[in-house]
């Protein structure tokens, strides 16, 4: 059963624990998705600090675009906040085919309309 591939976009605060939830909850993620969800990428600044949270569980990049073009990524994770780059990594993870999650209130306020245009669209 081939798992569902996440990238993840920021590992701070809330990416950090969105790791955490994800893995210690992996196995009634599966059962109710019916297959594996894991991030097998995660993109950070700082990729000392995200390999010590992720360690050899996924693959850690401090470029965000390599994960939102990567053809083995299937949902895209974004947690890094602002409407700045966060809108350019979502629009472009859209146009690549990924499913977007996002806690980005501030990105949806004021570029959403656009976003779900994008969405509808690809």
């Known amino acids: 059963m081939k798992p569902v ?3 993840l976009l920021g590992i701070g605060t809330v990416g950090s624990g969105t790791w955490e939830v994800l893995k ?6 599966q059962r109710r998705a019916g297959r594996p969800v894991r991030i097998s ?4 600044k700082d990729t000392a600090r ?24 299937d949902i895209v994770i974004e947690l890094i906040g ?3 780059i966060a809108k350019e990594l979502v629009l472009e993870a859209i146009r690549n085919g990924k499913h977007v ?6 990105l949806l306020a004021t570029h959403g ?9 690809h």
């Open 5 to 7: 591939n996440a990238g």
């Open 24 to 29: 210690r909850n992996a196995d009634e993620i």
């Open 41 to 44: 990428v995660v993109a950070d």
């Open 50 to 73: 995200a390999k010590k949270i992720v360690g050899s569980k996924a693959k850690v990049v401090n470029d965000a675009f390599a994960v939102v073009r990567d053809p083995a990524v």
């Open 82 to 84: 602002g409407y700045g």
């Open 101 to 106: 999650v996002t806690a980005n209130k501030a």
């Open 113 to 121: 309309t656009e976003i779900f245009a994008a969405a509808q669209k």
